[in-house]
């Protein structure tokens, strides 16, 4: 297996997000994927994506602007 | 005052450590690092140009790294004298060769270093900033600043009058955020500047004797509800913060602005104040991206939130000021009693949810209008615990204010399992049935008379068996007495001769995590025309009622404080409950019966114990 190293950017762990931890994950370059030292999660840079997008889906006003104070 | 005052204050690090640990990986540690010491000059410059470009002055608070660049000090003596910024200096930062050399430490937190270390590096700092500048700096600041720390450095250099003095609610949230090893447990503070006890720096001064000589400042301003219960690195006026909280989409941060908007309307129930405040050092403007966020995305982020201040400035909506600056306005007009205090709304989940945050000299208190307006925080300010933090103290890395009640942590209102959770609340009772208001959201209201600050919830409907009761809850906090009164009042019944109990109470605890304290010691008494009553806390579930009730109250002497209800009727019965050790709560309440319409009238108020 190869040796793990810091991937693009900062990826962290899109599953250890989820509850709130910021884990930065390595990436694996033989398989072309990142994975998580504490919670198992592997994935490519499409899936962390893809969970990171799910992730902010509870920040309803994400792209709100609100003036009413 | 009756203004929006702003403090961006940029440090220049120059081995921040994400740019280090970026820079090193695969090699060993340099703390020369020419790369990174370069990268993060190029970085402060470009804040600065950012902050000038949008015509706000800044405050560079000097690293005790970058003492020994030139050019940082070049650049600092140039922005002083061409945009009138100020030269302060902060303790972050201190990491360098010569920090190594000199202390042989490789601590990065100057609150946790032992006293006679915080000493000597305070001198050092000090000095090394004197000999540059030819001045002694008038701010200062790091992630904490405990009081000890202050004294000291107020008793040996009095002309520093401003100090970044806490991270708002950074505690176990934040050390768990961080996979458990970030250590700024420092819960308990204040979301606004503040003049601090010389006590505890978390607790506004009671008085002159009690000021502690300069304004605190907390590190950013912070979303009050999703920090109560999330990281505090997600959701306040740092960019980064944003960005590593996620709160965007396609690039674009409205938040940022919501935050700052909602800062500004704080006006409304601080005569007219407003603050806010950005803290920024280099290393999270990586050129390598940080936070999933490329450098593009970073500097944009800035611009855009710096770029919105500076719009508000030309707008005459704004005054930049320095942070010395600050701390001189904020004197001009502001009596030791008068407290901070805000109606916060969700602005980041959709909901429309509220929680309202109020500070003293005697307490913080957080009501939450999701839960019927439950006190879902309380701090004994009173108490002014002296808690020395640091290598030698009890508490060491535990920098937080203690609490009586933290809902979050201590289970508050129990929708499953057995036992309780620490909240103060109501409920009320027919017969058989009881409905607590923290299964009552509703909404408030923020109104003045005179020195009082007045909460008015949203009448809730009550249904008990064949009736309905409206009750209209409200806080009244009295300044200068430490007292809130309560006032539950049934304001419409669908049956004007069914008899309905009010039963306020207030289930509480004490700590500074999630984690039980022993709560043997606690005194809990009852005291009323029949006399008094009074046990010692020992997991007995033992209860007791008086009636002609007219206070209630527990004494927590392993936190110096005494929580206290009374009320002015005659016709109340008082009670409190031990709890078990699977149940390590204490409750104190007082109740009354109504018939058709009627209130309930107590007033909470939390003193020093001894």
Not at chain 2, 395 to 424: M, N
Not at chain 2, 524 to 539: F, V
Request: hydrophobic content about 35%; charged content about 30%.
């Amino acid at each position: 297996m190869a040796q793990g190293r810091k991937g693009k950017l900062n990826y962290r762990c899109p599953r250890c997000l989820m509850r709130e931890i910021d884990m930065d994950m390595l990436f694996d370059r033989d398989a072309g994927e990142f994975y998580c030292l504490r919670c198992s999660f592997t994935g490519d840079e499409r899936e962390v994506l893809r969970l990171n997008a799910q992730f902010r889906e509870k920040y309803g006003n994400r792209a709100k602007r609100i003036t009413d104070f | 005052m009756g203004d929006f005052y702003v403090n961006i204050v940029h440090r220049p690090e120059l081995i921040p450590e994400y740019l280090q640990k970026e820079a090193e990986e695969g090699k060993e540690e340099d703390l020369t690092r020419s790369e990174v010491i370069e990268e993060s000059l190029d970085i402060f410059r470009t804040q600065q140009q950012i902050a000038h470009d949008n015509g706000l002055r800044t405050t560079i608070q000097m690293t005790y790294a970058s003492l020994f660049s030139e050019e940082a000090v070049a650049v600092a003596k140039e922005h002083r004298e061409v945009y009138g910024d100020e030269i302060g200096c902060t303790f972050l930062g201190l990491q360098c060769r010569q920090f190594r050399d000199k202390f042989k430490s490789k601590e990065l937190a100057v609150w946790l270093l032992s006293m006679e270390d915080k000493r000597r590096v305070v001198d050092e700092v000090f000095g090394r900033f004197h000999q540059l500048f030819g001045f002694y700096p008038t701010s200062t600041g790091s992630y904490y600043m405990d009081a000890e720390l202050v004294n000291y450095i107020k008793n040996k250099y009095p002309m520093v009058k401003a100090a970044v003095a806490t991270c708002w609610e950074e505690g176990p949230k934040a050390y768990w955020n961080a996979n458990n090893s970030w250590y700024t447990l420092m819960d308990g503070g204040p979301w606004n500047p503040w003049i601090p006890s010389k006590r505890n720096i978390h607790c506004p001064a009671s008085d002159a004797d009690d000021d502690i000589g300069v304004v605190a400042i907390p590190h950013l301003s912070r979303d009050l509800m999703a920090v109560f219960d999330g990281p505090g690195s997600y959701y306040g006026t740092h960019p980064q913060n944003i960005l590593r909280g996620m709160v965007y989409e396609e690039r674009e941060i409205p938040y940022f602005k919501n935050l700052v908007d909602q800062y500004r309307s704080m006006g409304k129930y601080n005569r007219g104040y407003s603050y806010n405040m950005v803290f920024v050092g280099p290393g999270w403007m990586s050129k390598r991206g940080r936070w999933e966020a490329d450098y593009d995305f970073l500097l944009k982020s800035y611009r855009d939130g710096l770029g919105y201040y500076g719009e508000l400035k030309r707008e005459g909506k704004l005054i930049d000021v320095t942070m010395s600056d600050f701390a001189d306005i904020y004197r001009q007009d502001r009596p030791y009693t008068r407290p901070e205090s805000t109606l916060w709304k969700d602005i980041l989940y959709g909901s429309k949810r509220q929680q309202y945050w109020h500070i003293d000299p005697w307490m913080r208190v957080c009501l939450d209008m999701n839960q019927g307006g439950a006190m879902v925080d309380l701090r004994p300010y009173a108490a002014k615990l002296e808690r020395p933090v640091g290598v030698g103290s009890a508490c060491l890395q535990d920098a937080s204010y203690p609490f009586l009640i933290q809902s979050y942590y201590r289970a508050g209102y129990f929708t499953h399992y057995a036992g309780e959770g620490a909240v103060k609340s109501c409920k009320f009772r027919h017969g058989c049935e009881e409905v607590d208001l923290c299964a009552c959201r509703t909404l408030a209201s923020f109104s003045e008379e005179g020195d009082t600050r007045i909460v008015t919830l949203d009448p809730v409907d009550i249904e008990f068996d064949g009736f309905t009761v409206s009750v209209r809850s409200q806080f009244r906090f009295v300044e200068g007495t430490g007292e809130i009164e309560i006032v539950r009042e049934i304001v419409e019944t669908t049956n004007p001769q069914a008899e309905v109990t009010i039963d306020e109470y207030a289930t509480a605890c004490y700590g500074t995590t999630e984690y039980p304290e022993d709560l043997t010691g606690v005194k809990l008494t009852l005291q009323g025309a029949s006399g008094k009553e009074a046990i010692d806390y020992a997991y007995k579930c033992r209860e007791a009622e008086m009636p002609g009730i007219e206070l209630a109250e527990a004494i927590v002497p392993h936190v110096d404080s005494r929580l206290a209800m009374r009320t002015e009727s005659d016709d109340c019965t008082g009670y409190f409950r031990e709890g078990f050790a699977f149940s390590p709560m204490y409750t104190i309440g007082i109740k009354k019966k109504v018939k058709g319409k009627g209130e309930l009238r107590t007033w909470l108020k939390v003193a020093k114990a001894s």
